[in-house]
């Protein structure tokens, strides 16, 4: 496996506990549905969280959050439909996008909650 898929695996790792740390319960890890995949899929109270996880270096210096495409879009929202209805869950569905950074003394996390809207 490649360094960056494996720093990839980490940083949604540490995404992962930040999301317990605020208090969502983790529903799904890397969910595959058609053509997408969600890196996590997390509830808090009626929220579904469908999170996609970001990672990179300190020197990375693009605007991560415009990293996702239209296309990637299109499949997140349809994965989720299908997660919801799979699942039969009366939810709020939100999209969010979790960055993390790998500094020297450890990752910097943001959450972004409401990233994008589904048309």
Same mark, same amino acid.
């Given at each position: ?36 995949? $969600?890196?996590? $899929? ?18 990375? $210096? ?18 989720? *439909? ?10 709020? $569905? ?19 909650? *409401? ?5």
């Amino acid at each position: 496996m490649g360094n960056h898929n494996e720093f990839g695996r980490l940083g949604e790792e540490v995404a992962e506990n930040f999301l317990i740390q605020k208090g969502y319960k983790i529903l799904q890890k890397n969910y595959y549905y058609a053509k997408a995949e $969600v890196d996590i $899929v997390a509830q808090k109270g009626d929220i579904l969280a469908i999170v996609e996880v970001k990672s990179r270096s300190q020197g990375f $210096v693009k605007d991560l959050n415009n990293l996702i495409n239209p296309k990637k879009i299109k499949l997140l929202v349809k994965a989720a *439909d299908h997660y919801v209805q799979e699942n039969n869950l009366d939810v709020e $569905v939100r999209f969010d996008v979790i960055t993390v950074i790998k500094t020297k003394s450890g990752f910097k996390v943001e959450h972004l909650e *409401d990233a994008f809207h589904h048309f």
